[in-house]
């Protein structure tokens, strides 16, 4: 079941990359035009050039939805997030590079805007994605965005599990465990724990349980 708290999460994230990804190209032009007097291989105008990389810039947010970037297993995996935003980063820059000759126009006044864009495109997604991430934690101790867990099952396993989403930086809360009564949980209250799914769903509403 989809939390609508982790989808909109997932826009946010949708949203704050491609503002990363604009700033980005857009620091990448002012450094190489207006900062650098060296010549440039086409003359392409600040608006002309904003407008063209922003359409394109649509298709970098789908190489990083194709790399899984807006799943919550990949978004709370640090080192795999790290890793997925420079391939997706060094992929984009591909593409636009590679738009040029399919437009056959140019998209980029200059080689060093390529270079440019790509490195502040990595480091600019980065931080906003660190900075929502401790945003996103700071709210779960507001109970804000959390994923309601019904557990199954009356094992050790389910035990840890249940101690192990208690954590929370997780963002995880549980709110009932089906399995037999008669087993005690350390720090489980017994009036969350049920025989069965009708038990549970009795006094739980469907709408409030987003992970089972």
Known sequence: MKHSASLLFSFILLVGDFLALVAAFTLAYIIRVKLDDRPLLEPITANGYIAVVAVLLIFWLIIYALLGLYRANVFENRFKEFMMLLVGSFIGILFLIGSEYALNRAVFPARLVTVYGFTFAFL?????????????????????????????????????????????????????????????YEDVSPQIQFSDFAAATKKIKASDIHSI
């Open 124 to 184: 600019l997604t980065l931080l906003f994605r660190t900075l929502a991430r401790a945003i996103k934690r700071l709210l779960f101790r507001y109970d804000i965005g959390i994923n309601n867990v019904l557990l199954v099952g009356a094992t050790d396993i389910t035990e840890e599990l249940a101690r192990a989403l208690k954590q929370s930086h997780l963002g995880y809360r549980v709110i009932g465990i089906v399995g037999d009564r008669r087993t005690k």
